[in-house]
């Protein structure tokens, strides 16, 4: 039942159509108008691969029209019974309009009229009440502090359910966490994004773009994926890990059949404890930096074996696993399912509940992405709303199609727009919030002094090659130069391999056998790790416990100091 208001943000009238979203599927747009003029409208997305418990998306079901997939009845819902309803309501009043459009609906899911259809008419009241205030909706909704741009996440291959490669995997993203700001972000996304592209070309790869706008090419596996990833990230110049961190949305509900992740591109079945095992390989051997749906939704023992063996150091991110549903998340914070969630107004229905959704995991201390459909539109809502809730993270896509750039251009003008007083305050609003919003491991970092130690050479030596350009250096404060662990490792080991050859004179000692070197790589089975070690011109392999790498917390880049205590040490002369 409508109730009467005479302010100037009454709703006057609401109305919806069939508009198109970037996949060629009619979806809703709907307009809301109020008393002083003010017009709010919004296009609601749609998933392609969708969890089991989301809010039902209204279509036809007519094969003779739109593949069965019209949105008609949803469109007239709009036009019919939601409009007579909250027509004279408020729009100020966000969560009184959302409560009547879940109470008209009257069903548990949203299926009577359609998630979509009352989605559009929440946003579109929502965006209608932020121009009757002469604002911009991550202010009205956020308020005076909304003022945190989110680390985008981009996604540069995509597979699954998004494209027709083999890969089994959905989407492969890079996350500009070097970037100093959003605008930063996209430039470093869009270099290495066109490198990678570049990268494929030659590799002899198609170059055509899956839905969300990432490359689509025939690779099969995940590791082949990221090895093209992580060479795109270097050849534009960046360092993975410390500038960029990957992201993997392997979508894994859409593979997981009978109990066992059937990976049909690569050709092989993993029981869930060997996807476990799989992912947490993928993770320590590269700088992975969050997973989203890593076990299937059905998979909560699953979920909850990850959660427990690499919840410390990477974010787990549940899409279909909560649905945006803040009972579902609930229950898996109660019960240890990942440490993060992804925010799909669509997945929910109204913008009250995708907003109780994120206080709820923001008070648990989780991490909130706000994320796209594969199916979009022009529409940008959901830039404002990453803003407006100061979730931190967004995941919207390619740096390619114009439903993806359009949310980056959007935060772009948001970061514009908030200009000073986006560095204003604390910490650093406004900017990509790194360690708050993502557990990314800190990379260890090394002067040259330092460094020609670990190299076991001269630091006239190191200097020499940081001056050339052969030991990448950053400067790290004013006239300090330093290299991260993780590329002085990939130097170490390379210079090892004859590729610098050792200059005379360059010789590492052993002092009671205990060698000083860098970590270059860490192999982690269930009981046992494989730690290497590149000593100078030694490479040190040493066998120990899983328990022992993980206490001492050893990782790619770091120093170490390898002990050897044999009674056996031959000595052989040239
Ligand atoms: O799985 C996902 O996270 C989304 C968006 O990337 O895909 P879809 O919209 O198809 O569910
Ligand atoms: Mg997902």
């Given at each position: 039942?409508?109730?009467?208001?005479?302010?100037?943000?009454?709703?006057?009238?609401?109305?919806?159509?069939?508009v198109?979203?970037?996949?060629?599927?009619?979806?809703?747009?709907?307009?809301?108008?109020?008393?002083?003029?003010?017009?709010?409208?919004?296009?609601?997305?749609?998933?392609?691969?969708?969890?089991?418990?989301?809010?039902?998306?209204?279509?036809?079901?007519?094969?003779?029209?739109?593949h069965?997939?019209?949105?008609?009845?949803?469109?007239?819902?709009?036009?019919?019974?939601?409009?007579?309803?909250?027509?004279?309501?408020?729009a100020?009043?966000?969560?009184?309009?959302?409560?009547?459009?879940?109470?008209?609906?009257?069903?548990?899911?949203?299926?009577?009229?359609?998630?979509?259809?009352?989605?559009g008419?929440?946003?579109?009241?929502?965006?209608?009440?932020?121009?009757?205030?002469?604002?911009?909706?991550?202010?009205?909704?956020?308020?005076?502090?909304?003022?945190?741009?989110?680390?985008?996440?981009?996604?540069?291959v995509?597979?699954?359910?998004?494209?027709?490669?083999?890969?089994?995997?959905?989407?492969?993203?890079?996350?500009?966490?070097?970037?100093?700001?959003?605008?930063?972000?996209?430039?470093?996304?869009?270099?290495?994004?066109?490198t990678?592209?570049?990268?494929?070309l030659?590799?002899?790869?198609?170059?055509?773009?899956?839905?969300?706008?990432?490359?689509?090419?025939?690779?099969?596996?995940?590791?082949?994926?990221?090895?093209?990833?992580?060479?795109?990230?270097?050849?534009?110049?960046?360092?993975?890990?410390?500038?960029?961190?990957?992201?993997?949305?392997?979508?894994?509900?859409?593979?997981?059949?009978?109990?066992?992740?059937?990976?049909?591109?690569?050709?092989?079945?993993r029981?869930?404890?060997?996807?476990?095992?799989?992912?947490?390989?993928?993770?320590?051997?590269?700088?992975?930096?969050?997973?989203?749906?890593p076990?299937?939704?059905?998979?909560?023992?699953?979920?909850?074996?990850?959660?427990?063996?690499?919840?410390?150091?990477c974010?787990?991110?549940?899409?279909?696993?909560?649905?945006?549903?803040?009972?579902?998340?609930?229950?898996?914070?109660?019960?240890g399912?990942?440490?993060?969630?992804?925010?799909?107004?669509?997945?929910i229905?109204?913008?009250?509940?995708?907003?109780?959704?994120?206080?709820?995991a923001?008070?648990?201390?989780?991490?909130?992405?706000?994320?796209?459909r594969?199916?979009?539109?022009?529409?940008t809502?959901?830039?404002?709303?990453?803003?407006?809730?100061g979730?931190?993270?967004?995941?919207?896509?390619?740096?390619?199609?114009?439903?993806?750039?359009?949310?980056?251009?959007?935060?772009?003008?948001?970061?514009?727009e908030?200009?000073?007083?986006a560095?204003?305050?604390?910490?650093?609003?406004?900017?990509?919030p790194?360690?708050?919003?993502?557990?990314?491991?800190?990379?260890?970092?090394?002067?040259?002094?330092?460094?020609?130690k670990?190299?076991?050479?001269?630091?006239?030596?190191?200097?020499r090659?940081?001056?050339?350009g052969?030991?990448?250096?950053?400067r790290?404060g004013?006239?300090?130069?330093?290299?991260?662990?993780?590329?002085?490792?990939?130097?170490?080991?390379?210079?090892?391999e004859?590729?610098?050859?050792?200059?005379?004179?360059?010789?590492?000692?052993?002092?009671?056998?205990?060698?000083?070197?860098?970590?270059?790589?860490?192999?982690?089975?269930?009981?046992?790790?494989?730690?290497?070690?590149?000593?100078?011109?030694?490479?040190?392999?040493?066998?120990?416990?899983?328990e022992?790498?993980?206490?001492?917390?050893?990782?790619?880049?770091?120093?170490?100091?390898?002990?050897?205590?044999?009674?056996?040490?031959?000595?052989?002369?040239?």
């Amino acid at each position: 039942m409508a109730t009467s208001s005479v302010g100037f943000t009454a709703i006057q009238s609401v109305t919806a159509r069939r508009v198109l979203d970037s996949r060629g599927n009619p979806t809703v747009e709907a307009d809301v108008l109020l008393a002083d003029g003010s017009l709010g409208r919004a296009a609601v997305p749609s998933g392609a691969s969708t969890g089991a418990r989301e809010a039902v998306e209204l279509r036809d079901g007519e094969p003779g029209r739109w593949h069965g997939k019209g949105v008609d009845r949803a469109v007239a819902h709009v036009n019919g019974e939601i409009a007579a309803a909250v027509v004279g309501r408020d729009a100020d009043d966000q969560a009184g309009l959302d409560a009547a459009l879940v109470a008209l609906d009257g069903t548990s899911d949203k299926s009577r009229l359609g998630a979509n259809a009352l989605l559009g008419v929440s946003l579109a009241a929502a965006k209608a009440a932020a121009a009757a205030h002469r604002q911009p909706l991550y202010r009205y909704l956020g308020g005076a502090d909304a003022r945190l741009l989110p680390l985008p996440m981009m996604n540069i291959v995509n597979g699954g359910a998004h494209a027709d490669n083999p890969l089994d995997f959905q989407e492969f993203m890079i996350a500009p966490v070097g970037a100093e700001t959003f605008a930063e972000a996209v430039r470093m996304g869009s270099e290495i994004f066109h490198t990678l592209r570049r990268d494929l070309l030659s590799a002899g790869h198609s170059t055509g773009v899956g839905d969300e706008g990432g490359f689509a090419p025939a690779l099969r596996t995940a590791e082949e994926a990221l090895d093209f990833v992580m060479a795109a990230v270097e050849r534009a110049g960046y360092r993975p890990g410390a500038d960029i961190g990957l992201i993997m949305d392997p979508a894994s509900s859409e593979f997981f059949r009978d109990g066992t992740y059937v990976y049909e591109g690569e050709g092989v079945r993993r029981t869930p404890t060997e996807q476990v095992d799989y992912l947490a390989k993928l993770i320590d051997a590269y700088p992975i930096v969050s997973v989203e749906d890593p076990m299937a939704e059905d998979d909560l023992d699953g979920w909850r074996e990850l959660t427990a063996r690499v919840g410390d150091r990477c974010q787990l991110t549940g899409d279909d696993v909560f649905c945006t549903n803040e009972e579902l998340l609930r229950e898996g914070i109660r019960t240890g399912v990942g440490n993060s969630v992804l925010v799909k107004v669509n997945q929910i229905g109204t913008l009250t509940e995708a907003l109780a959704t994120v206080a709820t995991a923001h008070r648990a201390g989780w991490t909130v992405v706000m994320s796209h459909r594969s199916g979009e539109t022009e529409d940008t809502t959901i830039a404002d709303l990453a803003v407006a809730t100061g979730c931190g993270q967004i995941k919207t896509g390619s740096l390619s199609r114009s439903d993806r750039t359009a949310k980056y251009n959007q935060l772009i003008r948001i970061e514009e727009e908030l200009g000073d007083s986006a560095r204003d305050g604390h910490g650093s609003p406004g900017r990509p919030p790194r360690r708050r919003a993502l557990k990314v491991r800190s990379v260890a970092s090394y002067s040259i002094g330092q460094a020609a130690k670990l190299l076991g050479v001269s630091s006239e030596t190191a200097r020499r090659w940081a001056d050339s350009g052969r030991l990448r250096m950053d400067r790290e404060g004013p006239g300090n130069r330093a290299v991260d662990g993780v590329s002085l490792a990939a130097f170490a080991k390379e210079r090892a391999e004859g590729m610098h050859p050792l200059p005379e004179g360059a010789v590492v000692t052993s002092v009671r056998n205990a060698f000083a070197g860098i970590v270059t790589r860490v192999t982690l089975d269930d009981v046992v790790a494989q730690v290497e070690i590149q000593s100078g011109p030694h490479r040190i392999v040493s066998l120990v416990t899983r328990e022992s790498v993980e206490e001492l917390g050893i990782e790619v880049g770091d120093t170490v100091t390898a002990r050897v205590k044999s009674t056996n040490v031959h000595i052989d002369t040239p």
